[in-house]
């Protein structure tokens, strides 16, 4: 049948591109310039339509689901400030290596500067944060036009899946008639014969990409190989996956093959899962490298981004040691700058690779972690024991979540208590995280869009002030049929801000850095249509994640402490183990 008018054909091009790409959902947010984009996506059999009544929200629920696929969920929303709103997740997006394509519509070139109704410039709207940006030309059933747009499709998918991935943002100007209204002669009716790729597509994309990979030649590999196996105190450390990191099967072996520790950030994708059993995955670093003697590794392979943890960064910044940094796209992820090899190669191969060259046994190095590890977890839950505090929750949220499971942790605090309370396990748990640009905006919606992409159960660990700035967020549990458990660590404002020095500083520290906000987040629960649960203890939390990981619908289980008595007790716990591990160096 011919399509009815120029934007429904460029529409429906549009979207048989991207399915021929690998797409298979799209978000929408509302609005009346984007409808032929929206009755396109809504038409196609082979597109699941998650539909946003806001567009941050929107922005956040396609980069969680990016995240958890690694295949774009592209975003579609009408002209002006909704386009705005999808920036912070682009920064996020762009940051963390995420694939993302923006289709933002937008006025005709006719309308731009002036002051036509919600007509803002979008040209490059999101400035460098984006892999690469076009606006399409305007519809047409022209055939070299429809070629080029097809292409175009299909070269945005492919930037955005890329090496680093990231965001990508094709802006769509078009003329009204909007809506799929019959015009005539708009599109001639043998359009098929005139351009008949053009009009109808190819069987599979328009245009097919296919990548090598880089593989590390025998020079690179004779290097590192030589470097490990001359060390006596060589290290693995896995920083968070927004550069790629090995897959679990290559990282074991080379720890196998080394007999060296591999310290593994809770995003890594290496602090969970069964390659843990019997090997020296750390996680208890955070505290035991401050302690007084400990020393310096002779030789160092990251991978990943910078980690988490301060102690750790700073303990690698200080070391005497060769560093290798292992990135495929070639960029820096090393903020301290004491790094002193850059390795542009494809992590898993290098790490199968290596693994068959070295044959090394664990020695008094290693072993020294493992004692390490075993003395830091035994602090852990005798203080655990002792006092019902927020690093707990973190603690019995890794210990309780399913096998498997998707865990989603925010910024700010929860991170850094995964990090420092999160024990190695053999569960296949994958932790994700919003590192890129490390906000605590959009957690909640990034962590339902995760969920959306999977069937393990999405478990949320997040605190008060992130939960609030997300609650529009929640909305996508009944819009787009999500259910999650959502741990909520209510301390009544920015509890990381005891971390910091202005906490000396009172005024204005409370009024204007932790800003304590009294509210009562029970009823967000009836609002959207969610069971609340207020817990107390390691015991009643862990029963109400297993209950709610158990059954369906979206349960929320808040645990309230006080953010200045959690912070005490959790340097307390860290002095108490770097004075335990002291006593045996």
Request: aromatic fraction near 6%.
């Amino acid at each position: 049948m011919t399509d009815p008018n120029e934007n429904t054909l460029w529409a429906r091009v549009v979207v048989e591109e991207l399915v021929a790409s690998g797409v298979d959902a799209v978000c929408v947010a509302p609005g009346s310039r984007s409808t032929p984009l929206t009755v396109a996506v809504a038409r196609h059999p082979d597109v699941h339509v998650f539909s946003h009544l806001d567009e941050r929200s929107a922005a956040y629920f396609a980069l969680g689901r990016a995240r958890r696929t690694g295949t774009p969920t592209p975003l579609i929303c009408t002209s002006g400030t909704a386009a705005a709103n999808f920036h912070p997740a682009v920064i996020e997006a762009d940051r963390s290596r995420v694939p993302m394509v923006l289709l933002t519509a937008d006025r005709p070139r006719e309308l731009q500067d002036s002051g036509a109704n919600q007509t803002v410039d979008q040209e490059q709207l999101y400035g460098d944060a984006v892999r690469s940006y076009r606006t399409l030309p305007e519809p047409a059933p022209e055939a070299r036009r429809l070629r080029s747009l097809r292409t175009t499709i299909c070269r945005g998918v492919t930037t955005a899946t890329g090496t680093p991935a990231g965001p990508v943002h094709l802006n769509v100007p078009m003329s009204k008639p909007l809506e799929p209204t019959p015009v005539e002669g708009a599109v001639p009716d043998d359009l098929d014969e005139r351009a008949p790729v053009g009009a109808t597509g190819r069987d599979g994309p328009m245009v097919r990409t296919a990548r090598g990979t880089l593989a590390p030649d025998d020079g690179m590999l004779a290097t590192l190989s030589q470097a490990l196996t001359d060390a006596e105190r060589g290290l693995i450390v896995t920083g968070p996956a927004n550069a790629p990191v090995p897959d679990r099967e290559a990282l074991a072996a080379l720890v196998d093959a080394t007999g060296f520790p591999a310290v593994a950030d809770p995003l890594s994708g290496h602090r969970f899962g069964p390659h843990v059993d019997g090997r020296p995955i750390c996680g208890g670093y955070d505290s035991y490298l401050d302690a007084d003697g400990w020393p310096d590794p002779e030789v160092v392979v990251r991978f990943g981004a910078s980690p988490t943890s301060k102690t750790l960064r700073h303990w690698l910044r200080d070391a005497d040691a060769r560093q290798f940094v292992v990135d495929p796209a070639g960029e820096w992820r090393e903020a301290e700058f004491t790094a002193t090899d850059l390795l542009a190669v494809d992590p898993t191969r290098l790490t199968e690779a290596l693994a068959t060259r070295i044959d090394r046994s664990p020695n008094e190095w290693t072993e020294r972690f493992e004692a390490a590890e075993d003395r830091y977890w035994s602090v852990v839950g005798s203080a655990s024991d002792e006092q019902f505090f927020e690093g707990s929750v973190a603690a019995v949220v890794a210990e309780t979540v399913p096998d498997p499971a998707t865990l989603f942790v925010s910024n700010s605090m929860p991170v850094r208590d995964l990090d420092r309370f999160g024990r190695p396990r053999e569960a296949d748990v994958s932790v994700l995280g919003n590192r890129g640009a490390s906000g605590i905006d959009g957690i909640t919606s990034t962590a339902l869009g995760a969920g959306s992409a999977t069937d393990d159960p999405p478990v949320l660990l997040t605190g008060d002030l992130a939960y609030y700035h997300d609650m529009n967020g929640l909305l996508a549990v009944g819009r787009c049929d999500v259910d999650a458990t959502i741990v909520l660590v209510n301390n009544d404002g920015g509890g990381i801000f005891h971390e910091l020095p202005i906490e000396s500083f009172d005024p204005p520290f409370t009024g204007q850095f932790r800003t304590p906000h009294g509210l009562d987040f029970e009823p967000t629960g009836a609002l959207y249509d969610l069971d609340y649960d207020r817990v107390e203890g390691p015991d009643g939390l862990a029963t109400a994640i297993e209950r709610s990981t158990g059954s369906d619908g979206t349960q929320i289980v808040e645990c309230q402490f006080d953010s200045e008595r959690s912070h005490r007790f959790r340097d307390d716990v860290h002095d108490r183990v770097v004075e335990r591990v002291g006593e045996t160096i």
